[in-house]
T-cell receptor, first 115, second 116 residues
Framework: AQTVTQSQPEMSVQEAETVTLSCTYD???????LFWYKQPPSRQMILVIR??????QNATENRFSVNFQKAAKSFSLKISDSQLGDTAMYFC????????????FGKGTKLTVNP | NAGVMQNPRHLVRRRGQEARLRCSPM?????VYWYRQLPEEGLKFMVY????????ESGMPKERFSAEFPKEGPSILRIQQVVRGDSAAYFC??????????????FGPGTRLLVL
């Protein structure tokens, strides 16, 4: 069974600074996808960034980028120039390619951006 | 293009009653997924449906829970004889038809179920 571990229950960062959220996963599959979702206080789940495991290049979306280390089964999220609106729960998620398409989520990291 | 819609947003039921949660996928999306989020937890997969078919229900409790996605109308998650442990946020996600490529899932705002 696949598992996703987020070892940092809570983190904080000053506005305009950079923060990195950690995520590790366990799987015997070689083809899969990884995601970061954001859940602000409104509780809406918002897709932040995604990565295909077969791609060596790390995905980037504006201020959000990932450090994907396939051998280490690590998928960290870097948020640059943090903004107050980045305050949210961040969930790392995993999906097997070609499987039933269910997402397996970690327990989340609560990020607070301080002014 | 409207996003995934769920209603009601909040639902209060007494123990033993039925809860019916609705999900309208994004326009053009034919795949629907239901997830449950307990307090202080991540989301847990329940069921994956395509129009009129259940593809994977491995995460759904065997009793009291059922899901459908009819040819016309929204997907419905039904919980019969609710118990306090059913109190949670229930999220629906949808994805488009895209063979051979990643189908990203887009989530609705969730339904918060409270069982008294």
């Amino acid at each position: 069974a696949q598992t996703v571990t987020q070892s940092q229950p809570e983190m904080s960062v000053q506005e305009a600074e950079t923060v990195t959220l950690s995520c590790t996963y366990d799987t015997s599959e070689s083809n899969y996808y990884l995601f970061w979702y954001k859940q602000p206080p409104s509780r809406q789940m918002i897709l932040v960034i995604r990565q295909e495991a077969y791609k060596q290049q790390n995905a980037t979306e504006n201020r959000f980028s990932v450090n994907f280390q396939k051998a280490a089964k690590s998928f960290s999220l870097k948020i640059s120039d943090s903004q107050l609106g980045d305050t949210a729960m961040y969930f790392c998620a995993f999906m097997i390619q070609g499987g039933s398409e269910k997402l397996v989520f970690g327990k989340g990291t609560k990020l607070t951006v301080n002014p | 293009n409207a996003g995934v819609m769920q209603n009601p947003r909040h639902l209060v039921r007494r123990r033993g009653q039925e809860a019916r949660l609705r999900c309208s996928p994004m326009k053009g999306h034919s795949h629907v997924y239901w997830y449950r989020q307990l307090p202080e937890e991540g989301l847990k997969f329940m069921v994956y449906l395509q129009k009129e078919n259940i593809i994977d229900e491995s995460g759904m409790p065997k009793e009291r829970f059922s899901a459908e996605f009819p040819k016309e109308g929204p997907s419905i998650l039904r919980i019969q004889q609710v118990v306090r442990g059913d109190s949670a946020a229930y999220f629906c996600a949808s994805s488009p038809e895209a063979t051979g490529a990643l189908r990203a899932q887009y989530f609705g705002p969730g339904t918060r179920l409270l069982v008294l």
